[in-house]
């Protein structure tokens, strides 16, 4: 009894400093570190802490050595890839030559390689930095790993931040092994197949958001094509026909104008692939033949035009909120004011205008509301929490409800029938906050993306 006691309820190897309840061999094999930079540093902490036995290979350890955790073993290069047999190579691709002085030592082991090029030279060189590293070292089997796991968040734990750690190598029992080591660290390894997929690894760095160029430029000329427009309706036309000064409508009015026409243009483009689809496959008559290529990247892109429909809809109702606050508008409510005791009117009050405003408000919010529903259950980290019966539920009371308020309503153009009224049409509630965010079907069905694109 005494003895069940004094061991510790949670064992020690089970334990990292923060997040991995991660299950380390009782031998803890010995890992090597090749440099004793950022990385190494933050990759040798993380190592400490998921239980394993670390030593570290720098051409100068005396310098190096306080900045590792004192768990860890720092010392000369030849002496750190002696006996473990995974070896970390943290060092620039430029530098990989200068190991070659290490070729005895290291025959026959594991060198897990984890450097990124920058884009210049990954545009330089053909081969990647892991297959040239193979050819440095024909004895040695090469494993592409960590690379697109950032020193900080080595230190900082896999809970905040990427936990995806693809690996590739030529060698399926080496892979096993670096894959086991990242699931000890806390990390999720992805399988990418051979040493030749290291290429496209070491490209996934350099990526800037390549799912949301295209849908991001669309939107973009969307704005500026419903901005002219508005521009020449609202503010040109009046100052040329009317000689009146509208110019500082620019900053909110117009934006506020433009943003709801493309919510609503870019809503349209989220359903319209998935209807061209179907009538495709109709008339086909089979779901086994490819779609023409321009189909596919748009059906792939429908998630990014939800979204950013949704980003549209959101910044039209703050700006819808901010209208009350401008100067121009207080000057109309008291211009307004000033001609009702002029015209001798004590009271205004146009019972359909006030129903008009408080349904277009009403509905605005509920359908921004089923909007930021549908986005939030787009996030991957939320849709794969959900299993489908959940996500298809969500859909359906989203899209239902949506569906609803938009026949519903059938919101006609707001116009005060009021002439001294201040301009309505743009307030919060105006048909366009209501329209644009409803009849949602399944924008963000990503799940249905898939069955699409296959
Ligand atoms: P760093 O801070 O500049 O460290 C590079 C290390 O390489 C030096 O500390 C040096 O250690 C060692 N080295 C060995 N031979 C060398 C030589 N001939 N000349 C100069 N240095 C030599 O770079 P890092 O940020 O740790 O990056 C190391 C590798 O990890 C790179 O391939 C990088 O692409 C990859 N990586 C880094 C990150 C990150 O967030 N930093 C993320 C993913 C991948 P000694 O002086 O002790 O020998």
């Avoid at 309820?9 to 089970?14: D, E, P, T």
């Avoid at 709801?260 to 483009?269: G, K, N, T």
């Avoid at 405003?357 to 259950?377: F, P, R």
Wanted: net charge neutral; with cysteine; glycine share 6%.
């Amino acid at each position: 009894m005494s003895r069940e006691m004094d061991k510790p309820l949670i064992s020690l190897h089970l334990v990292d400093s923060d997040t991995s309840l991660a299950k380390v061999p009782d031998e803890a094999p010995k890992v090597g570190i090749l440099g004793s930079g950022d990385f190494a540093r933050s990759l040798a902490t993380r190592l400490v802490s998921s239980g394993f036995k670390v030593v570290v290979g720098s051409r100068n350890p005396k310098r190096t050595a306080g900045l590792f955790p004192s768990a860890a073993q720092v010392t000369f290069q030849e002496e750190a890839v002696s006996s473990p047999e995974i070896i970390f190579v943290a060092v620039f691709r430029e530098h990989y030559s200068s190991l070659c002085s290490l070729s005895d030592q290291l025959t026959g082991k594991i060198l897990v390689d984890v450097s990124n090029p920058t884009e210049q030279e990954h545009l330089q060189h053909r081969e990647s930095n892991a297959e040239y590293l193979a050819s440095l070292f024909p004895t040695c089997t090469v494993v592409k790993a960590f690379n697109v796991i950032s020193a900080w968040t080595l230190q900082a734990g896999p809970r905040d931040g990427n936990r995806q750690v693809p690996i590739c190598s030529d060698q399926s029992e080496a892979k096993r092994a670096v894959s086991e080591m990242a699931i000890a660290m806390g990390f999720m390894p992805v399988d990418m197949g051979s040493l030749a997929s290291a290429r496209e690894m070491e490209a996934m760095p350099l990526r800037l958001l390549p799912a949301w160029k295209v849908p991001t430029l669309l939107a973009l000329g969307l704005f500026i094509c419903f901005y002219a427009y508005n521009f020449v309706r609202d503010v040109l036309q009046p100052y040329v026909q009317e000689s009146k000064n509208k110019f500082f409508k620019l900053p909110v009015s117009v934006v506020n104008t433009t943003l709801p026409c493309v919510a609503y243009v870019l809503l349209s483009l989220v359903y319209l692939p998935g209807v061209l689809a179907a009538t495709l496959q109709l008339r086909r008559g089979t779901k086994y033949h490819r779609f023409p290529d321009w189909l596919d990247h748009w059906l792939q892109h429908r998630k990014q035009i939800g979204l950013l429909s949704f980003f549209c809809a959101a910044l039209h109702a703050l700006y819808s909120f901010c209208l009350p606050l401008r100067r121009s508008h207080r000057y109309d409510l008291v211009n307004l004011a000033v001609k009702q005791v002029l015209a001798n009117k004590s009271h205004l009050w146009v019972e359909e205008e006030v129903w008009r405003m408080e349904i277009y408000l009403s509905l605005g919010v509920l359908a921004l509301g089923t909007l930021s529903l549908l986005a939030v259950t787009s996030l991957p980290s939320i849709a794969n929490s959900l299993n489908w019966r959940e996500f298809s539920f969500v859909q359906y009371v989203a899209t239902s409800s949506g569906g609803k308020m938009g026949s519903g309503s059938g919101i006609p153009e707001f116009q005060s029938q009021d002439p001294h009224l201040p301009d309505q049409t743009s307030v919060l509630g105006s048909r366009s906050f209501c329209c644009s965010l409803v009849s949602v079907s399944t924008p963000y069905g990503h799940r249905e993306d898939l069955s699409w694109t296959r």
